[in-house]
C-alpha cells in the first residue's frame, strides 16, 4: 500500500486528501499533518453566543464551481445556503453609501454605476475612460493601482475599488497586480475590449441577480473540512509541526519539531512515498529549501498581510443598519475627523438568513492591512474596544455584547503583486520535476476557497497519476 502525506489541514490540504482517496480508493494509506490543534485552516467554526459562527472565511464565491461542485459531491447540498437581498454598503468620501453595482471589484461599466460614490469630478473621470484609446497591457502583470489611477484617476481607487480588495487580500491596489487579482478583466482586453470601462461591462452577467454571487453552509464552514477528513479517510495528526523533508531511495522522510506530540512514536520520522504540501508560503519555503531550492526562493518572496476578526454576539432585537455589510475604505474618517480602525463590518444577521431570526444578533468585524497593522499591534482589549467603538460611529449600534470573539490570523492573507504569475510559474516549473510531490494552497492561483479546492484538486491528481504509474 503507498504512503501519503499531506502537509497542511486547511481547506486546501483536506480537498486533496479528499480527492486522493477517489482516485486510489484503498491503494493508499493517507495521513494529514497538521501544525495547530484542529483542521480547517481558515475554515473555523467557533461558538459564538451560543451559535457556530465562521471567524475565518465567511462564505465562497458561487460564480466558480469548484466548491458548488464539491459541496453537492460529498453529500452538504442539503446545508448550503446564499445571502439574503440585504445590500452591502461602503463608507466612502466621508459618507455611507450603497455599494453600487454594475463593477467588476469596483472597475465601472459606466459612469453612472459609481455615480453615487464619486463626486461630479470623480464621475467625469470614469466618463472619460473609454476616449483615452486602447489598454496597453504588455506581456506580463501590471501594477493594479498605477493602471486604475492613470485611466480613471484616484477617486475610484480610494473610494471602491480599495475597499474591495482590502476585503479579499487586505491589500490596496497599489501593490497588487492586474493579472494576478482580476484575469477576467485583463482576458476582456486581450480579447479586444477597447477601454476598462468596456472590459467590466463584458464580463458582468446578462441578467443581473439571477445567479447568487456567494454561498455558505449552515451550521459553518467547518462542516466541510469536518466531512472531508472523514470521506478522506485519512490518518490525522494535530499539534505536528513538520520541521524538515528531505528525499528518499524511496519517496520521502518528514521529520517533526518540537511542536510534535509528545509521545513515541509520533516525535519519529515518517517515510512515505508521495508529499502534497499545502501549507503557508513561509512553511513551504523553509521545507523546500535544499529539496527544490527554486521553489523554495520563489515561496520565501511571497509576502503576507495579518487581519483579525471580532465575532460580536449581540442581544435579541440589537437593530442593525439596514445592510447585508459595510466595507471601510483607507484613511476614512467620521464627521469629526477620527479615522476607523476597521475595515469592514459583516451584519450576519441580515446577511445569512439562518442567522436570523430570535436569536442573537451576530456581526463581524475586520480590522487589517497590509502594510498597516494600526490596532493589530494591540492587545484582544483595546482591539475590540476600537473595534466597537467603530461599529457604534459607523452603525449606531452601542448594545453591550452578550458574547465576542477575537481571532488573529497572522500573516493570513498572500500578497498577490505584480510578480506573483512568474513566482508561482517557478514553483510550479520547479515542482514538476520532481516526482512525488505537489504543490497546493491559497499563494498559488487565488486566495478564495475555489482557488482553493482548484489547487488541491490539481496536486491531487498528478499524485495519483504518478502513484498509478
Not at 477620527?338 to 436569536?359: E, M, R
Request: with cysteine; proline share 6%; aromatic share 4%.
Amino acid at each position: 500500500m503507498k504512503q501519503v502525506a499531506v502537509i497542511g489541514g486547511g481547506i486546501s490540504g483536506l480537498a486533496a486528501a479528499y480527492r486522493l482517496r477517489r482516485l486510489l480508493g484503498d491503494q493508499v494509506q493517507l495521513t494529514v499533518f497538521e501544525s495547530t490543534a484542529a483542521v480547517g485552516g481558515k475554515l473555523r467554526t467557533a461558538e459564538v453566543g451560543g451559535v457556530g459562527y465562521d471567524v475565518g472565511a465567511e462564505a465562497f464565491l458561487a460564480r466558480r464551481p469548484e466548491v458548488l461542485a464539491l459541496v453537492e459531491e460529498i453529500g452538504l447540498a442539503d446545508r448550503l445556503v446564499h445571502p439574503t437581498k440585504a445590500r452591502a454598503k461602503i463608507h466612502a468620501g466621508g459618507s455611507v453609501q450603497g455599494l453600487p453595482p454594475g463593477t467588476v471589484m469596483g472597475v465601472p461599466a459606466s459612469a453612472e454605476a459609481v455615480a453615487g460614490v464619486l463626486s461630479e469630478d470623480g464621475r467625469h473621470a470614469v466618463e472619460k475612460e473609454r476616449s483615452l484609446g486602447p489598454v496597453q497591457l504588455g506581456s506580463g502583470d501590471v501594477a493594479l493601482g498605477p493602471l486604475l489611477r492613470e485611466r480613471f484617476g484616484d477617486e475610484l481607487v480610494d473610494r471602491l475599488v480599495d475597499p474591495l480588495l482590502g476585503g479579499v487580500y487586505a491589500g490596496g491596489a497599489d501593490g497588487l497586480g492586474l493579472r494576478a487579482t482580476m484575469p477576467g478583466l485583463a482576458g476582456a482586453v486581450e480579447a479586444g475590449a477597447d477601454s476598462l470601462t468596456a472590459a467590466a461591462k463584458s464580463l458582468l452577467p446578462k441578467t443581473p441577480g439571477t445567479a447568487p454571487v456567494f454561498g455558505t453552509l449552515t451550521g459553518g464552514l467547518g462542516g466541510l473540512a469536518e466531512r472531508l477528513l472523514e470521506l478522506s479517510g485519512a490518518r490525522l495528526r494535530t499539534s505536528s509541526t513538520v520541521r524538515a523533508l528531505s528525499r528518499t531511495e524511496s519517496g520521502w522522510r518528514i521529520e517533526f519539531g518540537a511542536a510534535a506530540p509528545a509521545h513515541a512514536p509520533a516525535d519519529s520520522p515518517v517515510d512515505v512515498d508521495a508529499v502534497v504540501l499545502a501549507v503557508p508560503a513561509p512553511a513551504a519555503r523553509k521545507l523546500l529549501d535544499g529539496v527544490v531550492p527554486a521553489a523554495s526562493a520563489a515561496f520565501g518572496e511571497v509576502e503576507l498581510a495579518s487581519m483579525a476578526v471580532v465575532a460580536f454576539a449581540f442581544p435579541p432585537g440589537t437593530e442593525l443598519p439596514d445592510a447585508s455589510g459595510i466595507l471601510i475604505g483607507a484613511g476614512e474618517r467620521d464627521a469629526e475627523g477620527v479615522p476607523y480602525a476597521s475595515k469592514a463590518f459583516t451584519f450576519s444577521s441580515n446577511k445569512w438568513a439562518h442567522l436570523g431570526g430570535d436569536g442573537p444578533v451576530l456581526v463581524r468585524g475586520s480590522v487589517g492591512r497590509f502594510g498597516e497593522p494600526g490596532v493589530l499591534t494591540e492587545d484582544d482589549d483595546a482591539l475590540v474596544a476600537a473595534v466597537r467603538a467603530d461599529l457604534a460611529r459607523l452603525a449606531g449600534v452601542t448594545a453591550r455584547p452578550i458574547d465576542l470573539l477575537v481571532t488573529r490570523w497572522g500573516g493570513g492573507l498572500p500578497q498577490y503583486g505584480t510578480g506573483h504569475l512568474d513566482r508561482v510559474a517557478r514553483i510550479e516549473t520547479a515542482v514538476a520535476d520532481v516526482p512525488g510531490l505537489a504543490v497546493a494552497g491559497a499563494t498559488l492561483h487565488g486566495v478564495g476557497l475555489p482557488a482553493c479546492v482548484a489547487t488541491a484538486d490539481a496536486a491531487a491528481r498528478r499524485i495519483a497519476d504518478q502513484l498509478l504509474e
